[in-house]
């Protein structure tokens, strides 16, 4: 530790961001839908209704898809995802590419108590494919 | 607590969805330091008309 800072006795104290403390103290969360056969433009979604008195602010989206059939594994794979709140306007997030992504949100989405939130994943590849997707983050 | 109450309350850390075949949808519950895993079957997640087919609790034997 550089002169002049506190003692932190040895690793017992450290600074947390936010979603690192949530994960200790157990309040994390995370949400994943997967669907294993999907034709052109039909989705699979992953969706979450905040139980009363919590909000969950949601962190991390990511998704993966990929060719059913080996003889399109070398095939494009293109997927999509819309992050969504039942009466909410617009799109907090939006991601789409090639065989999957994944992104930090920061700041993070907040859903409130009552709300749902749904993470949609749309198979956007003409060939028969398996989608997975994953929304993250913590309630409290 | 029944499994769709776990899910009401936010009583996990983890949860699953898997569309089936006959249109149910198949949910899975974990929660860090519990050895149980909790499945709900239920048709229309959320929605006014929900209905929940089955409950199962396994593990932590």
């Not at chain 1, 600074?15 to 839908?33: C, E, I, N, P, R």
């Not at chain 1, 993966?64 to 095939?75: C, F």
């Not at chain 2, 969805?17 to 239920?42: C, E, F, I, M, N």
Request: charged letters at 20%; a negative charge.
């Amino acid at each position: 530790m550089a002169s002049g800072y506190p003692d932190y006795e040895g690793g017992k104290r450290r600074v947390y961001s936010t979603a690192d403390w949530a994960a200790d103290v157990g309040v994390d969360k995370s949400f994943t839908a997967t669907d294993t056969s999907m034709a052109f433009e039909e989705t699979v979604e992953a969706s979450h209704l905040v139980p009363a008195g919590k909000t969950f602010y949601v962190v991390h989206c990511s998704f993966n898809i990929r060719a059913n059939a080996a003889a399109n594994a070398n095939s494009q794979s293109l997927g999509l995802v819309y992050l969504s709140i039942d009466g909410v306007a617009g799109f907090p997030f939006l991601d789409g590419g090639n065989g999957g992504g994944s992104s930090i949100l920061s700041p993070p989405v907040v859903v409130e108590a009552g709300q749902t939130v749904r993470l949609l994943g749309l198979c956007a590849a003409n060939q028969d494919s398996r989608m997975n997707v994953t929304m993250s983050g913590y309630e409290v | 607590m029944t499994v769709r109450e776990r899910l009401a309350r936010g009583e996990f850390n983890h949860m699953s969805q898997a569309l089936q075949p006959d249109g149910s949808l198949l949910v899975t519950l974990t929660k860090r330091g519990d050895p149980h895993v909790y499945r709900l079957t239920v048709l229309h997640l959320y929605q006014p008309d929900e209905q929940v087919l089955r409950e199962e609790t396994s593990g932590g034997d």
